[in-house]
């Protein structure tokens, strides 16, 4: 097996190794013998997250063009804007967010953050938003101002990279458990953790919790991106579609709108570790794999790792604080 992830361009931006942790109160509360946690939410840009390691691969490629603006887009608690905004602070680039949504009255949360961070923000509606990205674009580009577009989550081959990158450094950390539950939505954060595994022979059972879209469609997508990479940077690592598992039960009415249980799982990890998950991925990532302990899909005798893909600036966000604050 030859694999040189590292010859991949590539600036130093979050703090890692992120620790793991192990939730022992946690862990008997909802009953499985093992619980640890991959501390993401600790990568240490503007309240870190997971996105912040995709951007040390996209900002390298982003220097190498000769880029002077990022632009990205995302929904308005979106927490890679927020990293990317600041990840464009910290490296001199100015930073256009397209978010989509109607403009709140107050700025909260992740939102207030990109203000902070510097970013000028573009609304749009859904629909409008490719179309938007395209027309921003073409607009700096006119401008002089040398644009560089992150995709949607940074989910291309180069964000997949950094998470094949973290499944490498979790590896290290001598940590082996029978599965690794986490939420997925663009993607990238999956399709590396998968491709990782495959390069440094782990087994665990790799389940993402999907926020936003049916299992199908997910899977679909990860798998092409999966194979696109390896295509692209002749990785030699055979991945199928049974590596890539997703589970879409755990939607309720959809993004962003928390669930019973999604709350409850906040609660959970709050009051009985001490650890802030987010309202959005996270919350809901952590209501599947309490239920499927609890169903026996994942069998009491496990040993769990949750990776924790940051959020929690969205938990202060006004209409998540007055959700949080009415349920007791
Ligand atoms: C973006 C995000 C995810 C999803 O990661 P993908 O790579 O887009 O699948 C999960 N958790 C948090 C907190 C995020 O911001």
């Not at 501390?39 to 996105?51: E, H, Y």
């Given at each position: 097996m030859k694999v040189s992830l590292s010859a991949i361009p590539r600036i130093r931006i979050a703090n890692l190794p992120t620790p793991v942790e192990k939730l022992t109160r946690l862990a008997t509360k909802i009953g499985v013998r093992e619980l640890w946690i991959k501390?993401?939410?600790?990568?240490?840009?503007?309240?870190?997250?997971?996105?912040t390691r995709k951007l040390e691969y996209l900002l390298a490629e982003a220097i190498s063009h000769g880029a002077k603006t990022l632009i990205t887009a995302g929904a308005v608690q979106s927490n890679h804007c927020r990293q990317t905004a600041a990840a464009a602070a910290k490296f001199g680039f100015d930073c256009v967010l397209v978010l989509t949504g109607e403009p709140p009255t107050r700025y909260s949360g992740n939102l207030f953050l990109d203000h902070l961070l510097g970013a000028e923000i573009v609304w749009c509606q859904k629909e409008a938003r490719e179309t938007t990205l395209q027309e921003v674009f073409q607009h700096l580009w006119q401008a002089g101002r040398r644009p560089y577009l992150i995709p949607y989550g940074g989910s291309n081959s180069l964000g997949a990279l950094a998470y094949a990158q973290a499944m490498i450094e979790l590896a290290e950390q001598d940590i082996r458990v029978d599965w690794i539950v986490f939420p997925s939505s663009s993607g990238g954060t999956q399709a590396g953790i998968v491709m990782g595994s495959k390069i440094c022979g782990v087994n665990s059972r790799i389940l993402g919790i999907s926020v936003d879209r049916p299992a199908i469609d997910l899977q679909n997508w990860i798998l092409q991106l999966i194979h696109t990479t390896i295509d692209s940077y002749s990785l030699s690592v055979n991945v199928s579609s049974e590596d890539v598992w997703v589970n879409d039960a755990y939607l309720g009415e959809g993004y962003g709108i928390p669930t019973q249980a999604d709350i409850q799982a906040v609660l959970d990890f709050a009051r009985t570790e001490g650890i802030l998950l987010d309202p959005v991925y996270t919350g809901r990532a952590a209501a599947g794999m309490i239920d499927l302990v609890k169903r026996g899909t994942i069998p009491p005798d496990a040993s769990v790792l949750f990776w924790h893909t940051g959020g929690s600036p969205a938990l202060f966000a006004e209409g998540y604080v007055k959700l949080f604050t009415s349920v007791e």
């Open positions: 501390r993401d939410d600790l990568t240490g840009l503007a309240f870190g997250g997971n996105k």
